[in-house]
């Protein structure tokens, strides 16, 4: 397993084609609006190597017996998808932010079910060609960046009548030694930290829309591929020097938008080409393990509600029956989702390959709430925390000779606690209820792994409303 410095060290000898404020990004590990990202991936490394850790970070793997990072990992039994979603927990509350490795993980399981899926159905060497290519993986303890967001052009028209017909990635091109790719996928967390991208489908397709039906890995630095970077709110704090009104010193997030220009694919890397059936259980699959991955959230709220805590008593209001009684709230909240990413994992079950897959439906639920409950908290922490966190003047005026002292005086509540403390944790509740990191706490909660309504649906194709209905009418005395 690499360290987390041999994992920057392994980052800076790629050579991804970068771009941000329009302009080519030559060092992308060294740059200030990127490096908190890579931070958090590197924590992914760094709790692997501490012992207290190695029961999450790390696992056995079922191809070869060594020590592998968890996030290469394929799912064993129902004790993997437990120590997953706490793995999460742990991660989220280390980071503050989105830490960008599971999108990965929750591919390379998908895929390892599906491609066995295929194979069985057309006679397909595509779960072995897979196996090759998981164990690369985990030997070298590579970060995979799991693409599967089209651009989707016009949302009324299936792939092949859109308008522009790269909106969706598509093969273009299929030769003898493997095929040729074009389009974007959107959205891309972690992307300029992975080392491997594997592109998938991002929606059930017919048998016009084959071409689309495709999944592929390639090197991060493949030729033709170009990166750019997407804007945070409150972003360029970090280009100002200082670090109290970034609200999160160390860690960050980032998404970018991938574009494939005529990028070529040798087959052995290649794990779908047009078996359109199987696209749509690429999707549902990956879906519901990647929804069981906002476990996440539950360790970004665990960091709000040791936010609103510490500004409640930095205020010197801790002792207020309604501000015990927002504590108490956030902290139902928050542990309501974590019920949820453990109750999916518990009533896991074993696939035809052998991997674990969580329960759709339950991890569906979970995220589900994810999309509500860390807005209801952040609205109970601004509460508790009060408009001085974004009213706050800057670190530089803190700092200042002319205003100091008049920062000092009236910025000063709780006798026992500094003026720069008290600033310090209302910039972190900022930070993660309208900063940067309200990227991954609020809107990535919202869409991430699929908006609301995506998991509306499948919790209406997975419930049995029949027995339900059954149950009923059986207590009431109605003949079924
Ligand atoms: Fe992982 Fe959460 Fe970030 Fe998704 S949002 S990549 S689940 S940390
Ligand atoms: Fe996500």
Not at 397 to 407: G, I, V
Not at 423 to 443: D, K, P, Q, S, W
Request: contains cysteine; proline residues 4%; aromatic residues 8%.
């Amino acid at each position: 397993m690499m360290t987390a410095e041999e994992y920057e060290e392994s980052l800076r000898q790629l050579n991804l084609n970068v771009y941000m404020f329009g302009e080519r990004v030559e060092n992308v590990v060294d740059n200030p609006i990127i490096r908190p990202s890579m931070n958090a991936v590197a924590k992914t490394y760094e709790l692997a190597h501490l012992p207290e850790h190695e029961d999450l970070m790390t696992a056995v793997s079922h191809l070869t017996g060594n020590r592998i990072n968890r996030f290469t990992h394929i799912h064993q039994d129902i004790g993997d998808l437990i120590k997953k979603s706490k793995m999460g927990r742990l991660l989220g509350r280390e980071t503050g932010c989105c830490f960008q490795r599971c999108v990965g993980m929750d591919t390379l399981n998908a895929l390892s079910i599906v491609t066995y899926n295929t194979d069985r159905k057309y006679g397909t060497q595509y779960y072995p060609r897979f196996l090759t290519y998981l164990e690369y993986v985990q030997e070298k303890d590579l970060v995979v960046d799991g693409a599967m967001t089209d651009p989707k052009g016009h949302r009324g028209l299936p792939p092949h009548q859109q308008p522009d017909l790269d909106a969706f990635l598509r093969v273009v091109e299929e030769r003898q030694d493997g095929i040729v790719v074009r389009g974007a996928k959107a959205h891309q967390t972690g992307a300029v930290n992975s080392h491997e991208i594997i592109a998938m489908p991002t929606l059930s397709m017919r048998q016009e829309d084959a071409d689309y039906a495709v999944c592929f890995a390639l090197p991060s630095d493949a030729e033709g591929i170009t990166y750019i970077m997407g804007r945070q709110s409150c972003d360029t704090r970090k280009l100002e020097g200082g670090s109290l009104d970034q609200g999160n010193i160390r860690f960050g997030g980032h998404e970018a938008l991938v574009v494939f220009d005529n990028v070529f694919v040798p087959w052995d890397r290649v794990f779908m080409c047009r078996e359109h059936d199987f696209a749509g259980q690429l999707v549902e699959i990956f879906a519901a393990y990647h929804r069981q991955s906002y476990a996440c959230k539950v360790g970004v709220g665990d960091v709000l509600i040791g936010a609103a805590q510490t500004a409640a008593e930095y205020n010197g209001v801790e002792k207020a029956s309604h501000v015990r009684d927002k504590i108490v709230e956030m902290n139902h909240l928050n542990e309501t989702l974590y019920c949820g990413c453990i109750a999916c994992a518990s009533e896991g079950h074993r696939e035809p390959s052998g991997t674990y897959c969580v329960n759709i439906l339950l991890a569906n639920v979970h995220k589900h709430n994810v999309t509500r409950f860390p807005f209801e908290l952040s609205r109970l922490a601004q509460d508790i925390a009060g408009g001085l966190m974004v009213t706050l003047p800057s670190e530089k005026d803190l700092r200042s000779p002319e205003t100091a002292q008049w920062m000092e005086k009236y910025f000063r509540a709780n006798p026992d606690v500094s003026t720069e403390d008290r600033m310090r944790i209302l910039r972190l509740i900022e930070n993660l209820t309208l900063g940067t990191a309200a990227v991954g706490y609020l809107t990535e909660s919202m869409h991430g792994a699929g908006s609301p309504q995506a998991q509306r649906i499948m919790i209406s194709r997975r419930v049995n409303v029949a027995e339900k209905q059954r149950a009923a009418k059986r207590l009431c005395g109605v003949d079924t």
